[in-house]
């Protein structure tokens, strides 16, 4: 499961790398505290999260990374779910909400977000990250902001579809919950439930640790405000917050 084994971390606890705000990094740190696994969280900067995850010897960028204490790697959400052990997955459910809903949020969010300086977005970004490369994403974010718009084709032009797109997910995910219950999986919190709250809280803003603390200071620009007070109410939304009030425990 882990990529070849390293030597410089060896024996220390696990080492959660993120980008701090993102959904999937939220899904893998939600799945360590469910599993009461004791682990670090280094929180880097877009941009010279490249650098760091490039030593590291990853063969991807994207975080969340986890380092282990034995010095081997494991990249990706879904990967260091699976190392968690966590119960109660859907694989299909999971598939889905990993590799077509979370990255439409994702692009519609960052649509609205980032052209839009009142926004909030890039220190929400770089809170929490070393002085050094905080610093380095001040200096850079306009260049660093088109990079990312370029990187997930986040273009305001493409709000009307997204957010279209992003219904029809909701759509879809009112329809699960209609058939399965409370759970997605048997009667009781598992890995389905907790993927999908933590992929769909971009959207549900549940006030509840420590994503209330991750997305504090986040202004939604007027071309996304009007459809997330529409969304909140939709059960697929409501779900989200309740299994946040009801399973994401205190760090
Ligand atoms: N399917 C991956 C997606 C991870 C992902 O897209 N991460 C983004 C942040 S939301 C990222 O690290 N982007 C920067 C990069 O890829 O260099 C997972 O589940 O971990």
Same mark, same amino acid.
């Given at each position: 499961?882990? $990529?070849?084994?390293?030597?410089?971390?060896?024996?220390?606890?696990?080492?959660?790398?993120?980008?701090?705000?993102?959904?999937?990094?939220? !899904?893998?740190?939600?799945?360590?505290?469910? @599993?009461?696994?004791? =682990?670090?969280?280094? !929180?880097?900067?877009?941009?010279?999260?490249?650098? !760091?995850? +490039?030593?590291?010897?990853?063969?991807?960028?994207?975080? #969340?990374?986890?380092?282990?204490?034995?010095?081997?790697?494991? @990249?990706?959400?879904?990967?260091? &779910?699976?190392?968690?052990?966590?119960?109660?997955? $859907?694989?299909?459910?999971?598939?889905?909400?990993? @590799?077509?809903?979370?990255?439409?949020?994702? @692009?519609? &969010? =960052?649509?609205?977000?980032?052209?839009?300086?009142?926004?909030?977005?890039?220190?929400?970004?770089?809170?929490?990250?070393?002085?050094?490369?905080?610093?380095?994403?001040?200096?850079?974010?306009?260049?660093?902001?088109?990079?990312?718009?370029?990187?997930?084709?986040?273009? #305001?032009?493409?709000?009307p579809d997204?957010i279209a797109q992003?219904d029809?997910?909701?759509?879809?995910?009112?329809?699960?919950?209609?058939?399965?219950?409370? =759970?997605?999986?048997?009667?009781?919190?598992?890995?389905? $439930?907790?993927?999908?709250?933590?992929?769909? %809280?971009?959207?549900?803003?549940?006030?509840?640790?420590?994503?209330?603390?991750?997305?504090?200071?986040?202004?939604?620009? !007027?071309?996304? %405000?009007?459809?997330?007070? +529409?969304?909140? $109410?939709?059960?697929?939304?409501?779900?989200?917050?309740?299994?946040?009030?009801?399973?994401?425990?205190?760090?």
């Open positions: 499961m882990a $990529d070849a084994p390293r030597t410089a971390h060896e024996g220390r606890r696990p080492l959660l790398l993120t980008l701090a705000p993102s959904h999937y990094c939220e !899904r893998a740190r939600w799945a360590l505290d469910a @599993q009461a696994i004791v =682990y670090v969280e280094e !929180r880097l900067a877009p941009g010279t999260h490249l650098l !760091r995850v +490039k030593r590291l010897g990853a063969s991807a960028t994207s975080l #969340p990374l986890l380092l282990l204490g034995d010095g081997s790697l494991c @990249q990706g959400s879904d990967r260091i &779910l699976d190392w968690t052990g966590l119960p109660g997955g $859907d694989p299909e459910i999971e598939r889905r909400l990993e @590799q077509k809903t979370a990255p439409l949020i994702r @692009q519609c &969010l =960052y649509a609205g977000l980032l052209p839009d300086p009142r926004s909030g977005i890039r220190d929400v970004l770089l809170r929490g990250t070393r002085k050094r490369d905080a610093t380095i994403g001040w200096l850079t974010w306009p260049l660093l902001r088109r990079i990312m718009a370029a990187g997930m084709n986040a273009r #305001p032009h493409l709000l997204l992003v029809s997910e909701f759509d879809w995910f009112d329809r699960v919950l209609a058939e399965r219950g409370d =759970y997605l999986v048997g009667r009781k919190f598992g890995r389905a $439930d907790l993927t999908a709250a933590s992929l769909l %809280a971009p959207v549900a803003v549940p006030q509840v640790e420590p994503v209330k603390s991750l997305s504090a200071g986040i202004r939604w620009p !007027r071309s996304l %405000a009007p459809f997330l007070a +529409k969304w909140s $109410d939709r059960p697929t939304l409501k779900w989200v917050r309740h299994v946040y009030e009801a399973h994401r425990a205190p760090l």
